[in-house]
């Protein structure tokens, strides 16, 4: 764990243990702090890559710079902490926020990408954007708790809630249990703001790499067919789907196995 400087930033990031394969880097989603464990670094994918994460801009460890952020910041940024660690080309994955910027990152650094995962993500455009999670900062509390958890999973809806009285309250019972470390909603919010804005989906037909598609049956946040448009504008893509929402990494014991074996 270390904190490298940039001409823009100042990157906190980590590198977990080197394997035979090589570095991966993993660029996580909304609100992400690699303080709270566990983490991209803990998983199944750290068993047969080193995983190279880091903080974005305004998150975590990582500066937080005045005035708005753009997609093609967070994509730079990307870039300037490679080339900090002299390395020119590596695999990359995007889970959610940081799909978006892996594509951005593509678009604007191609030949830094030898294979791209792109997990539970949008290209805005005409292949359609995530669920505007800007507009839940307009909710209280409560609302914001009850629409978040039905947006990550469609599976669990009003009639659900009726027959499932008491799982529904085990279930928000968990996500009231704040992370250790949380996001400033001031840093948040420009987050979602440059979120908004994405649009990727006319570059995307100029990836020529291979690409693996990964995407939750029941994400209300990304829709399946958001995913499916991905994979028709990239040419050299596999796209799966799984048991799962927006968390189907974690809720899918398959999901994790195909990503390890694609990548290998």
């Given at each position: ?51 190279i ?6 998150l ?52 830094r ?82 979120r ?14 291979p ?54």
């Amino acid at each position: 764990m270390a904190i490298i400087s940039t001409k823009d930033l100042d990157i906190y990031f980590e590198r977990s243990t080197p394997r035979a394969n090589g570095p991966l880097l993993f660029i996580g989603g909304t609100g992400g702090d690699l303080r709270n464990k566990p983490n991209q670094l803990d998983s199944p994918l750290s068993e047969h890559f080193e995983i190279i994460s880091y903080d974005q801009r305004g998150l975590g460890q990582t500066s937080k710079p005045s005035g708005s952020y753009s997609m093609q910041q967070y994509a730079d940024d990307a870039a300037s902490l490679l080339d900090e660690l002299h390395i020119d080309t590596i695999p990359v994955m995007g889970v959610s926020f940081g799909g978006m910027v892996a594509q951005e990152f593509i678009k604007r650094h191609p030949s830094r990408v030898s294979k791209l995962v792109l997990a539970c993500t949008s290209s805005g455009g005409d292949g359609g954007s995530s669920y505007p999670l800007h507009e839940l900062e307009e909710l209280n509390e409560e609302e914001k708790l009850d629409l978040s958890i039905k947006i990550n999973d469609l599976r669990i809806n009003d009639a659900w809630i009726k027959q499932n009285h008491d799982s529904w309250n085990i279930i928000k019972e968990e996500a009231r249990k704040k992370r250790l470390y949380s996001t400033n909603p001031k840093y948040l919010h420009k987050q979602l703001m440059a979120r908004k804005d994405h649009n990727t989906f006319q570059s995307l037909k100029n990836i020529d790499i291979p690409v693996f598609l990964m995407g939750g049956k029941y994400d209300g946040i990304v829709p399946v067919s958001n995913m499916e448009a991905i994979h028709k504008n990239i040419t050299d893509s596999q796209l799966e789907f799984y048991e799962g929402g927006h968390l189907f990494l974690i809720q899918d014991k398959k999901a994790f196995q195909d990503l390890v074996d694609w990548l290998l």
